[in-house]
């Protein structure tokens, strides 16, 4: 959900009294990106809680006490996350000064560069989307304990950013960068070969390469590697269009779903590079010029 329909179901569910058991919703349009199923919803959609229709109340009725829980308070309220917004400076700083901790923070900024010097993609697990182990003739998955894994590609973009107080290096997997450029990495490139052998000899794809130049807002989501002195790179866990006015700095964020991180390779592999050096002129000749990428 996005928007005044968020919006319209933050209101909704803090103003109702307490946690809705059975939640129905209309008009949404299924989606499949990157093998996991979204449910986006749409002009059309429209929300109800418990017995505000006659199957949620048909439902409803079936629950143990009509949903009540034993000793739970009928007025407990489960909060939506409410997400700060940070300029690039702040994201910078926080890092140094603050306590180790897992946070999420909204960062506007424009995609200045791609850094190709690890590649776009990575070869994973066609099921977890684990980075898989090159053996002789096979891969092997040890998320999934197979020792003869399907190999995918998989995205893994690292992103030079910059606003008018600083620069960072954010990182993006699969979901979000499938979603974004609207094309999977497995099409935008092929493995040829297997195991120890297995090459991805691709120019960075269009697709990428047309993200250099513009503005979004980033939900980054930060844990304790951040705070460590090894920290390169920001993890990022949605990616969003900038609205102009919708983020001004100060304000609060009200944030859907984020990707729940299932199709990062390793930690290792999000801790890898430096942070990048100041952004070059956006109308350098050679940003967006086709590079080889170098898979792992």
Same mark, same amino acid.
């Given at each position: 959900m996005f928007d005044s329909l968020a919006l319209a179901f933050h209101t909704k569910f803090d103003s109702y009294g307490r946690e809705p058991k059975v939640i129905i919703a209309t008009g949404v349009? $299924?989606?499949? @990106? #990157?093998g996991r199923l979204f449910l986006n919803a749409t002009s059309s959609t429209h929300l109800y809680f418990d017995s505000e229709t006659a199957a949620g109340k048909k439902l409803f009725? =079936?629950?143990? #006490? !009509? #949903?009540? @829980?034993?000793?739970e308070s009928t007025s407990k309220v @489960? !909060?939506?996350q409410k997400i700060e917004p940070m300029t690039l400076s702040e994201l910078n700083q926080f890092i140094i000064t603050a306590e180790s901790q897992i946070i999420e923070f909204l960062c506007t900024a424009k995609v200045t560069g791609i850094q190709q010097d690890e590649g776009? %993609?990575?070869i994973g697990c066609?099921? %977890?989307s684990k980075k898989l182990v090159r053996e002789i003739s096979s891969f092997t998955c040890l998320s999934c304990n197979e020792t003869n894994a399907v190999a995918a590609l998989r995205y893994r973009v690292a992103l030079s950013v910059s606003d008018n107080t600083d620069t960072a290096s954010f990182l *993006?997997?699969? =979901?979000e960068m499938a979603k974004l450029t609207n094309l999977q990495a497995s099409e935008a490139a092929q493995i040829v070969g297997i195991g120890v052998d297995a090459q991805v000899d691709t120019e960075l794809p269009?697709?990428?390469a047309d993200i250099v130049g513009k503005t979004y807002t980033f939900q980054l989501k930060l844990n304790d590697f951040n705070f460590s002195s090894k920290h390169q790179t920001f993890t990022i866990s949605r990616i969003f269009p900038e609205r102009a006015g919708d983020l001004p700095h100060g304000t609060i964020g009200n944030v859907g779903i984020t990707s729940t991180g299932a199709d990062k390779p390793t930690t290792s592999d *999000?801790? =890898? #590079?430096?942070? $990048?050096? $100041? *952004?070059k002129d956006q109308d350098d000749d050679d940003k967006t010029a086709p590079k080889k990428a170098h898979v792992e």
């Open positions: 349009n $299924p989606k499949i @990106v #990157g009725d =079936t629950l143990p #006490g !009509h #949903g009540a @829980v034993p000793g @489960v !909060h939506a776009w %993609c990575y066609s099921g %977890c *993006a997997f699969d =979901t269009q697709s990428l *999000a801790s =890898t #590079g430096k942070r $990048p050096p $100041p *952004a």
